[in-house]
């Protein structure tokens, strides 16, 4: 009797050890894997002044590939605005710079803040660019400014910001 109760025993320690190991696959394999670049930079102070730029610099190495840019921002709860606005400037490697202006929108008309909150933080990825192509091989340069008007120039409530290049899907 004894002998074929540590026979099921063995078999449920396979079974939950077979179990953990297909679990911790899948979490594995679930987790951003089509990432290229995730890069931040944290505000000190959590203040962003209007002349400062944030730089971050990617590295393509097939121009053929087709690539999101997504934008992330880290805001806190008791940032003053419901929106951001920034300045967007890719320069390739050749130079030649591609500028633009965002908006990206951090709470509900109703004030209930987007994306996921840990505390007084929250946490919310913009899409900027879906399926696009870089058509240079090497670094291009993402410059980022925020262009939100405030009395001093200086933005208060935003922690971090940050930039995410994946490949498309």
Known sequence: MKVMELKIQRKNNYLILLFFVALMT???TSCNKKAI????????????????????????PDPKKLYDLSFTVRNEGHYGYSNLWIFVTITPPSGKELTDTVELTLAKPSGEWLGSGLGDLYDRKYPYKKT??????????????????????????????????????
Do not use: C
């Not at 890069?39 to 000190?44: A, C, G, H, V």
């Open 26 to 28: 899948a979490f594995l």
């Open 37 to 60: 670049v995730e890069d931040y930079r944290s505000l000190k102070h959590a203040e962003w002044n209007q002349d400062t730029v944030l730089v971050f610099d990617i590295n393509i």
């Open 132 to 169: 696009i192509f870089f058509p240079e091989i090497g670094k291009y340069t993402i410059s980022v400014r925020q262009g939100m008007r405030t009395k001093t120039g200086i933005l208060t409530g935003i922690h971090d910001f940050g930039i995410s290049l994946d490949k498309a899907l």
